[in-house]
């Protein structure tokens, strides 16, 4: 079916369907190219609805970076919800991007964001709904190649048969590389094999069909390297970064109805230094570095300019330690200290100052104050590295409370198998005591949210060695704190158990799970992020079926020296030290902030040429003269 057949048929569907507005393309600041006048055509797929795709910052800047390119056209694709899905598969629509209302088997590349593994039925689900062949190996020289990037991709393995390839970090100069490799691909009309051999030799990018694992007989992996005659391939392959944050986007496009997040979004600080032993993202994105006070005012400036919005929100892992912060807020509130915006500054360290910090920007007095304790205990902060102390915790929400904002929201972790239940139980106490602080200050007004997530031990941390508690241990957990977190001012969130257990074993998978994600998108898996469409059975079924005990893969502490199936991928850090630091983690040693002192990552010595290529005051790291 072509654009013009799917555009005229649309007009009869979508007043059927709920907000037909999430199906129209057409809203502020879409770029729209003329097809034939491109070259390279790219489809950027977020693989969840309209509403929660257009939030996606990564998104926003590879559109707005690839679509600079006058060779290059990035057009948008994301899923339709069930009324609208039954509606293509009746009229025989493909999934089709909302700019020129193409079917996305007509672009070169499609390139689909993870940043979650609850995503990967969804991305099944896309190929399905566009036609394309859900295998890679079985797709021919006329279909688009398949690209997937974001976190999840730094073990890319579970989904490893279903893509041509991946994006490894960070995407700003690799989509342009990618755009090289297409557009030279389209003037020698070369074909898909010899693609994907220059595309595995542009840094930071992984083809998976190029790579083998190889198993022991008792399932675990002897390793993962490049097939035989192609002993020249990266290996391991490393993420690609940039060594100076670009400018950020901004001219965003304004959606018509309403999304997860109806703001303009800017991040002003990539990767962080605390070295919190469970986050992901924390290592992933290392090496640190910011985006100026002055450069950031402007792109918002620019961006309100462009797009109406009347909120910000500046974004990174851990806004309180830009090393500008104060300035930066200054800034902002003269520039627009008499206007209406609304800035939210979120991710913010337990201390007084940070209270000062969004007391100054004043977007969010009367509502919520968010913090991140994470754990009620001194030994499993000790084991989180994530040493606050609970005297300095209760001064932040005194302040916090004493400055009117009536609810605090705190989020913490369970599940670390060397968790107590006297560590479950003070998460309840600690959570008491917060509300008494607030009762003190405000009277019943006062409210505590508390947010309790379980702990999935992610590829590339600390607690990549470590088991992690079964359904039964996360459910007693749970129990507890629901007869300890009650009552009037008391909001308590927990984490379905089966939610957690997937998003482990997708994440800690290898080649071998690519079957078990297969099996269950065929028996109905998808938007398992989504509570109400999530189906476990269809994933215990799975499994079953495929011959994989999924507690291989979650419940098993890894012996020191085990292959992981992520360790032909680097994030640029050492595994000797994530070693290091797991030990550290059972013997309830802390590690401070890098920034005051390098704890020697693996990140510089990853990086070296990049960092001296920088102005003493750009290079990331600030301490790497003491090493
Ligand atoms: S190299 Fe040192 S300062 Fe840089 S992220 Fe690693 S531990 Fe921190």
Redesign the pocket.
């Known amino acids: 079916m072509d654009s013009a057949t799917i555009s005229r048929i649309l007009p009869r569907i979508l007043p059927r369907v709920e907000k037909p507005g999430r199906y129209t393309g057409g809203e502020l600041n879409q770029v729209v190219k003329d097809w034939n006048a491109v070259p390279v055509r790219i489809a950027l797929l977020f693989p969840d609805i309209y509403d929660i795709g257009m939030s996606n910052l990564g998104l926003a800047v590879l559109y707005e970076i690839l679509n600079a390119r006058p060779d290059a056209l990035a057009e948008r694709a994301f899923l339709p919800w069930q009324d609208m899905e039954a509606a293509m598969r009746r009229e025989g629509i493909p999934l089709f991007a909302l700019e020129s209302r193409r079917p996305l088997a007509e672009f070169d590349l499609v390139g689909i964001t993870l940043p979650y593994e609850s995503l990967y039925t969804n991305a099944l689900l896309a190929l399905d709904l566009a036609g394309i062949p859900l295998r890679a190996a079985d797709r021919g020289e006329d279909h688009p190649l398949i690209v997937g990037g974001g976190h999840a991709a730094f073990n890319p393995e579970p989904v490893a048969e279903f893509f041509d390839a991946f994006a490894i970090g960070e995407g700003e100069e690799l989509a342009l590389d990618l755009a090289d490799v297409l557009r030279r691909r389209k003037e020698e009309g070369a074909g898909r094999g010899a693609a994907l051999e220059k595309i595995s030799r542009v840094w930071g990018m992984y083809v998976p069909a190029l790579y083998a694992p190889e198993y022991r007989s008792d399932g675990t992996l002897i390793r993962t390297a490049p097939q035989s005659g192609k002993e020249d391939l990266p290996n391991p392959v490393v993420k690609r970064i940039v060594p100076r944050l670009p400018p950020a986007p901004v001219r965003p496009i304004v959606p018509y109805l309403e999304t997860v997040h109806n703001r303009y979004a800017i991040e002003i600080m990539r990767g962080c230094?605390r070295g919190c032993r469970f986050c992901q993202a924390g290592h992933v994105t290392?090496?640190v570095r910011e985006r100026s006070a002055a450069d950031i005012v402007a792109s918002i400036e620019a961006a309100l300019a462009n797009t109406g919005y009347e909120e910000v929100a500046l974004l990174s892992l851990s806004s309180s330690d830009h090393s500008h912060i104060t300035d930066l807020v200054q800034a902002l509130g003269v520039k627009f200290g008499s206007s209406r915006l609304r800035i939210s500054l979120p991710s913010l360290r337990i201390e007084t100052v940070s209270v000062d910090l969004v007391e100054a920007l004043r977007s969010s007095r009367g509502g919520n104050f968010t913090l991140a304790p994470e754990a009620a205990t001194e030994s499993m902060r000790a084991v989180l590295n994530k040493p606050i102390s609970a005297r300095q915790l209760l001064e932040t929400v005194g302040e916090i409370y004493r400055r009117k904002w009536t609810t605090v929201k705190l989020y913490f972790m369970i599940g670390h198998p060397r968790e107590t239940a006297d560590d479950v139980r003070a998460i309840a106490e600690l959570a008491r005591a917060v509300l008494a602080e607030g009762r003190r200050r405000l009277g019943r007004r006062a409210e505590v949210h508390a947010g309790v997530s379980t702990l999935v031990p992610k590829p590339h941390t600390p607690f990549q060695w470590l088991a992690m508690d079964s359904r039964e241990q996360i459910a007693a957990k749970q129990d507890l704190l629901r007869r300890e977190l009650r009552g009037p001012g008391i909001k308590l969130d927990l984490t379905k158990p089966e939610v957690t257990l997937l998003e482990a074993r997708l994440s800690r998978g290898d080649r071998r799970m690519g079957e078990v994600i297969a099996r269950a998108w065929r028996a109905g898996a998808r938007f398992d992020a989504w509570s109400d469409r999530f189906r476990p059975v269809a994933w215990d079924d799975a499994f079953r079926e495929s011959g994989i005990d999924p507690a291989f893969y979650t419940h098993r502490e890894r012996a020191a020296d085990e292959v992981f199936p992520w360790d032909h991928i680097s994030v640029g850090i050492r595994k000797a030290y994530l070693r290091r630091q797991y030990e550290d983690s059972l013997a309830g040693r802390t590690q401070g902030d890098?920034r005051r002192e390098?704890?020697?990552?693996?990140?510089?010595s990853t990086f070296r040429e990049l960092r001296e290529a920088l102005p003493a005051e750009e290079r990331?790291?600030p301490?790497v003269d003491r090493r």
């Open positions: 230094t290392r090496p890098c390098c704890f020697g990552c693996g990140i510089l990331f790291c301490i």
